[in-house]
């Protein structure tokens, strides 16, 4: 059974860091892309950053480009999101993604507010 399990997500002050983490079972993990999406009440959700299956290839929206940072671990079948220097508009709702494989995670809540 597939399975993507997002965590880490909460209230944070403006300036403040989270770490977000995703749980990947039952695919072939290490040779998957992953993708971080998330989204906003009334927005359409966006694409922020992908990482390769091996983690050498990484790519960045500019909304958060020089803040977050994202990271695998392909022994323990993790994603991760470093973000830093969080601003109110970063609130939403933030997904992990494999989307070679079309799954998806059930999201985890970001509010950035003081």
């Known amino acids: 059974q597939v399975q993507l399990v997002e965590s880490g997500g909460g209230l944070v002050q403006p300036g403040g860091s989270l770490r977000l983490s995703c749980a990947a079972s039952?695919?072939?993990?290490?040779?998957?892309?992953m993708t971080w999406h998330r989204q906003a009440p009334g927005t359409e959700r966006e694409l922020i950053v992908g990482?390769?299956?091996?983690?050498?290839?990484?790519n960045y929206a500019d909304s958060v480009k020089g803040r977050f940072t994202i990271s695998r671990d392909n022994f323990k079948k993790m994603v991760y999101l470093q973000m830093n220097s969080l601003k109110p508009e970063d609130t939403a709702v933030y997904y992990c993604a494999a989307l070679s494989w079309g799954y998806w995670g059930q999201g985890t809540q970001v509010t950035v507010s003081s």
């Open positions: 990482i390769s299956g091996g983690g050498g290839i990484t």
């Open positions: 039952g695919f072939s993990f290490s040779t998957s892309g």
